[in-house]
Every structure is written in structure tokens, then in C-alpha cells.
């Protein structure tokens, strides 16, 4: 690359996602590329594209375009990808791997009803879902930071500054340390920096519901059994909740003592006390949250920071 050629951080941090998801849930030792695997990246979108528009349509289904027929080879790529994902964990000596590996926990499952392993087509099911939930949510928000990041230089002098307190980049005194747990968790500033960035660019725009009980929205009753849609873009861009919600100012995160000790997937310290509302939920809330919350924050801080990136 020149130095006047611009990159697609997108396509880089998609990659990187993937890699990186592979690594640590699949214990996958090669990369993407390595694989042909990248293929996914190009795949999954068009794939998912057409199931959000048959969600609205459920008729085209039934009508062949070649939209449709473009999908439809879409989805065949990515399952043939997840397929070679659980080929891969097969062939794996599973007593070397961690025990939290999730394809090793997989292989561990027992169906409820007759106690039987997964079938193969559950297995590559559970692999999609994986690869589907994490990967272009983590890329895209990395994306999205990295630009707040660029767009913001002020921003960058005190990331910059915070490194190098916690000498975490090279000086002239001394060569960056490794980057740890512990020392990701103490950078305050990096993680103010994300959860604005996930404020301002919340890559799941919201999430439906179906109400179990009636209630209501101020003067405005909705009765059991109906379907909402609670809009992240929303919560997270109300004057109401926020000030100058439209302005990227990690600072916001300081003014409240407590959000000084919190992780981007703690929404429990973002909520509104007087009004008893949760006003960043990134990851959702309840029993069908992000079930990759810690991962998530801690690859992304991780990604963020990598030579390869920052
Ligand atoms: C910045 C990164 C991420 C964001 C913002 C995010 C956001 C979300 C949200 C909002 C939901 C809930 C949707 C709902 O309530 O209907 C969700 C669910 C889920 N996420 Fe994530 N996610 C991220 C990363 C990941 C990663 C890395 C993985 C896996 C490797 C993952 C796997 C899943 C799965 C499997 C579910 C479904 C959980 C269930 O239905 O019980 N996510 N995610």
C-alpha cells in the first residue's frame, strides 16, 4: 500500500474478526485467507440481506431472481465454510484443547429429550450462529471506532497518552509491554472510547419483542402478546437520556463515578436512576443478550490496539 492509497478497514477488520473468532472459540489455527475462507466476507452479507427481506416478504421464497439465486449460493458457502469448521473440530485432539473451547463444548452437548450428541446439521448450525452473531458485529464496530478514532485528534493524543502511562507503546525509554488481561482492564480511556463509539454507531439498530404481560408506555397501552421493536438508535441518540447526544465525546463516561470501573458490556451502570430506564444496551439486555459480551469487549479493546490496526 502507498502512502496516498487509502484501505478498506472495513474488509481488514472483518478479516481479523474472523481469524480471531475462529482462534478463540474454534481453536482454528489457520487464518481466513489461509482457507479460502474469506469468501464468508463476501458471502454473508448478500445471504443475510435476503433473509431480512424475506422476514417482510415471506413470498419470495417462492419467486426465483437472481437476487434470490445469488443468496441462496451465498448461504451454501457459508454452511460449506461452517462444515469445514466442524470437519476441523472433529479432527481435533479435544483433550489439548482449553475446556471452554466452544466447538469442543459443542461436541460435549446432549440433547435434553434422548440424550443424544448434536447431529451434524445441528452442530453447523450452532457454528453459523456463532460466526453470524460475532462477526460482522465486532468488525463493523471496530470499523465504526477506528473512524471516530481518525476523525477525532484530540481523541488520539489522549489514547495515546494513556498507552503510554500504562507503557503499552514504544518510547524512547523502553519497548511496549505485552498486552494482558489486567491491562486491557485498566485502560480507562480505550473503553470510553468503544462504548461511545457503540453509543453513536450501535451495529444491531434494535431488537424485537413479543410482550408477555400488558403494559403501558405512558398513556398508551400495549397488551400482552403484542410485537415491539425496541430501536437502539433510539435510546442511544435521545436528547432526553444524553447531552449533545449527537457529539462523539468519550468524556461522557467519566461524569458518572461508578461507569469509571465498568466494561462495555456492564449495561447495569448505564441506567437512568430517577427514570428506572437502561439507556445503552448495545448488547441487549435480559435473557437473550449477547451471549459473547466479555469476548466481544475484550477482542475489540484487543483489536483496537493491535500493531495491526492502531
Ligand atoms: C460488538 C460486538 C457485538 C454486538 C454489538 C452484539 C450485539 C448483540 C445483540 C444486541 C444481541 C441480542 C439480539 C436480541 O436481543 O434480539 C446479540 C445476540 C447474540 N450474539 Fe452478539 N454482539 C456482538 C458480538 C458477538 C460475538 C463476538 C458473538 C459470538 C462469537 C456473538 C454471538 C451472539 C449470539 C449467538 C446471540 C444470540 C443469543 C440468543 O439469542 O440467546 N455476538 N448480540
Known amino acids: 500500500m502507498t502512502e496516498s492509497s487509502g484501505m478498506d478497514i472495513d474488509d481488514a477488520s472483518l478479516r481479523l474478526t474472523i481469524d480471531i473468532i475462529s482462534a478463540v472459540a474454534f481453536a482454528f489455527p489457520r487464518t481466513a485467507v489461509d482457507l479460502g475462507q474469506d469468501e464468508i466476507i463476501e458471502c454473508l452479507p448478500n445471504a443475510l440481506r435476503e433473509i431480512q427481506k424475506r422476514m417482510t416478504n415471506p413470498f419470495r421464497a417462492f419467486i426465483s431472481s437472481k437476487e434470490a439465486r445469488r443468496a441462496m449460493h451465498c ?7 461452517c462444515r469445514d469448521m466442524l470437519v476441523h473440530i472433529r479432527h481435533c485432539d ?7 473451547d466452544v466447538g469442543r463444548q459443542l461436541l460435549d452437548v446432549r440433547r435434553p429429550d434422548d440424550g443424544c450428541a448434536l447431529t451434524d446439521e445441528q452442530l453447523i448450525a450452532e457454528i453459523g450462529t456463532f460466526l453470524m452473531g460475532g462477526l460482522e458485529t465486532t ?17 488520539q493524543q ?13 518510547s524512547t525509554k523502553h519497548e511496549p509491554l505485552d498486552l494482558t488481561f489486567d491491562r486491557l482492564a485498566q485502560l480507562l480511556y480505550v473503553d470510553a472510547v468503544l462504548k461511545e463509539a457503540m453509543r453513536m454507531f450501535s451495529v444491531v439498530a434494535g431488537f424485537p419483542r413479543i410482550t408477555d404481560q400488558d403494559f403501558y408506555l405512558e398513556n398508551l397501552r400495549i397488551k400482552s402478546g403484542s410485537f415491539i421493536y425496541v430501536s437502539l438508535y433510539a435510546l442511544h441518540m435521545s436528547g432526553l437520556l444524553w447531552d449533545k447526544p449527537e457529539v462523539f465525546n468519550p468524556d461522557r463516561w467519566f461524569s458518572h463515578d461508578n461507569l ?3 466494561y462495555a458490556h456492564d449495561t447495569s451502570l448505564t441506567t437512568d436512576v430517577d427514570n428506572n430506564i437502561r439507556t445503552f444496551l448495545p448488547f441487549s439486555n435480559g435473557p437473550r443478550s449477547c451471549i459473547a459480551q466479555v469476548i466481544s469487549a475484550t477482542s475489540k479493546h484487543g483489536m483496537l490496539l493491535t500493531k495491526h490496526i492502531l
Open 75 to 81: 448461504a451454501k458457502v457459508f454452511e460449506r465454510a
Open 94 to 100: 479435544l483433550n489439548n484443547l482449553p475446556k471452554n
Open 260 to 262: 469509571k470501573d465498568s
Open 139 to 155: 468488525a463493523h464496530t471496530l470499523s465504526f471506532t477506528l473512524y471516530c478514532i481518525a476523525a477525532n485528534p484530540i481523541v
Open 158 to 170: 489522549h489514547i495515546v497518552q494513556e498507552l503510554l502511562a500504562h507503557n503499552l507503546l514504544r
